[in-house]
């Protein structure tokens, strides 16, 4: 039977309720105490924001780490691959113009003087978009990876696929458009902040959902485009081939905002939750000055 109040875990006590809905789950083991409340959570704002006995709700093992660095880090590549996009789009244009002038003159000469320089241009900027490209897609999976694991500590109930597959799951052919969604999704839900009373809150998943949608149909349009500029050979081909792709670079660009949009939802989510996780496990403490009868 599942819980009557969260309807996702199984229903452990006689009124219908599961552990963690209940207040029962099982302290953590080997007497390991949670951080004190209210601490730094490791964000550097603070005492508790460093390591030791007192510091805030991060770490390893039972408690979840800190993806604030390595967002902030992701947030920054995006915006450089958004740099490139937008640079790559201006010289592939710029080169368009002169095929475009080529097939309405064919006594042009675009393999000389501004052609040329077009062309390297316009390869120089490939180069950068691709370089940014690569960085930023190591650092976001990093991040996606951690995530992931924060995620199994804070509800490992509602995670549809093992935190492997946050790293896997990018690299299988056709799946990889929908396995890291899984594992997204599974993300999101784990680390939204839970009700006052401990109850299961549901957060819509339209910024998760424009995320994806987006980097899928970026993906779907820059392989077709990217086809399409291979099997150009006359002047007209090669127009519309280069107008195609920069439509797709148009998309990896739109892809990119909606990525920085989604990891800092994700990653405030993450940081609150982890807040409520402290507040939730830590003791009570006596007050100053406090004297046993």
Sequence with gaps: MLCTRCRIRTAVTDDGLCTFCSGTRPPPPDGAMAPVAGAGLGLGLGPGSGPGPDSGGWGVGTWP??????SRAVIA????VIASDLFVIGAGLHLRGLWEGLAADESLNIYTGPGLRAQELYDRAGAAQTAAFLATGVLFII???RTRRNAEVFESGV???GPGWAVGGWFVPIANLWFPYRVASGIWEASVRLHPDGGW????????NLWWGGWVVSVLVSRIAVSQWDRAREPEQVSDAAALVAAADALDAVAAVLAIVFVRAVTRMQVERAGTRQAATVPERAAPG???P
């Design 159 to 161: 995670q549809r696929m």
């Design 143 to 145: 991040w996606f990876h």
């Design 77 to 80: 590549l995006l915006g450089c």
């Design 290 to 292: 406090a004297t046993a």
């Design 65 to 70: 780490r800190s993806p604030v660095g390595l």
């Design 201 to 208: 809150r549901t957060v819509p998943k339209t910024v998760l």
